[in-house]
Each structure stands twice: as structure tokens, then as C-alpha cells.
């Protein structure tokens, strides 16, 4: 398996949840070792999980709760009413059904409720970006949407389909000063969306310029736009 740069914040969260398979999370582990952009993917995420390991202080289950997991258990264990053809078998004398499995039970659901919450709690609490821009062509048609967030990340969504060379590559930009010039915000691999981040960029302001620019494979190689502008933009604070 390998995964697609389209699908790395797909796997990323589940990687770092926890919620791959064992050959799958072997096979994404390899992949971790050569490729950066999946690797940067991860890193967010963890970021963004980490408040279930910090801001969660465990919850005790209530004695009235386990009472009726119990009961529930055992109502689904109990025998039917009705009367079987065959003859009853003898319990063995290792009866996990009445032990070891049903703590187990008891146990997974407990953690299933516990982590449950905090799942809903995490996706729940999602960041507001601190400016949007919208990115027309030449033609003022929209091409995409960038969503800055002011922590070194920035989104940016595709909303048309952009027809690349194989040997050339798609490269935000902003504008954060005259003074600094153009910044790259970071490629778009497969000119798919992508959550962009890395780049260490004053605070986003009202108006700032934002641009996406048909580069050579890798990206400019001067740090500063090189090819023609595919799209471009003024960004508007967030209200």
C-alpha cells in the first residue's frame, strides 16, 4: 500500500489514532521514512489529538452503570425459554463466559464509551482560519479557496480541476509585507487540496495577497514565483 497524497490526512488521523491494521500501519510506517509531505501530515495530526492525552482528565464510570452492563450481559447470556432437541452441555470447567469474557466485555465498553467522547470532543473542536481568500483566474472565475490559520498552516481548497504537466508542479504563495516579498506557503502534489504548513510567516492580515503559480517540478527553484499565475487573491479577516 501507498498511500495517495489525497488521502494523507485520511490515514494520518487514523495512524495516529491507532485505527490501522497492523499490515497497513507497517506499510505507512515504511513510507514515513522518504516521504515528507506524509510525514508532515502525521505531525499535524498528532497536534491535533494531542488535547485527548492533555485536556482529558479520565472519567469514573458510576457503580449504577456497571450494574447495567452487567445486567445486560447477562440477560443476553441467559438460556432460551425454549425447550432444545438437544441435550444440555456440560460447562467446562474454564467458564469464560462468566468470567474472564465478561470482564473483558465490561472493560471494552467502558473504554469504548470513554474514548467515544473524547473522539467527538477532538473533531468537534475545530480552529477557526484567521483570513479566507478567494483565488480567481484571469477571467475572474474562482479557481480555490485559501484558509489561513495564523499557526504556520494554511488550507487551501481546489475548486476546479487544473490540467499540470508532468514536470511541473503547483506552488502557493502570500504576500505578508513589501518588504518581505513573496513566501511559499508549500506545493500542491497532484494538484489535489492540501493542508499546507511549515512555513514560519507573520500573523495573516486583512488584504494580504495570496497566489497559486505554475512552477518546475520541486518548485521554484529562486524561493520566489517564477511561472505564470494560475490564480490569485486578497484575503478578508474572518468574522
Do not use: C
Amino acid at each position: 500500500m501507498t498511500v495517495a497524497p489525497k488521502d494523507f490526512a485520511t490515514y494520518a488521523d487514523e495512524y495516529v489514532l491507532g485505527l490501522l491494521d497492523e499490515a497497513d500501519a507497517t506499510r505507512l510506517d515504511a513510507q514515513l521514512e522518504h516521504d515528507t509531505a506524509l510525514a508532515d501530515a502525521v505531525a499535524q495530526a498528532r497536534e491535533r489529538f494531542l488535547p485527548l492525552d492533555t485536556g482529558i482528565e479520565p472519567a469514573r464510570v458510576t457503580p449504577s452503570l456497571w450494574n447495567a452492563i452487567e445486567t445486560r450481559l447477562a440477560d443476553a447470556q441467559a438460556p432460551s425459554s425454549i425447550p432444545s432437541a438437544s441435550p444440555p452441555r456440560p460447562a467446562a470447567g474454564n467458564d469464560n463466559a462468566r468470567s474472564g469474557w465478561r470482564a473483558a466485555a465490561i472493560s471494552a465498553m467502558a473504554a469504548s464509551l470513554m474514548l467515544a467522547g473524547g473522539l467527538i470532543w477532538s473533531v468537534t473542536r475545530t480552529a477557526d482560519p484567521l483570513v479566507v481568500a478567494v483565488l480567481l483566474n484571469e477571467a475572474g472565475e474562482v479557481q480555490a479557496v485559501v484558509e489561513d490559520f495564523g499557526n504556520d498552516t494554511a488550507s487551501v481548497k481546489l475548486l476546479t480541476d487544473f490540467a499540470v504537466p508532468a514536470d511541473k508542479t503547483m506552488q502557493v504563495w502570500t504576500l505578508p509585507s513589501r518588504e518581505m516579498g513573496p513566501m511559499s506557503l508549500g506545493l500542491l502534489q497532484d494538484a489535489h487540496s492540501a493542508t499546507l504548513s511549515g512555513s514560519a510567516l507573520p500573523r495573516p492580515q486583512d488584504t494580504q495577497l495570496y497566489e497559486i503559480t505554475l512552477e518546475q517540478a520541486g518548485g521554484s527553484p529562486t524561493g520566489r514565483p517564477t511561472g505564470p499565475i494560475l490564480a490569485k487573491g486578497f484575503a478578508k479577516l474572518a468574522r
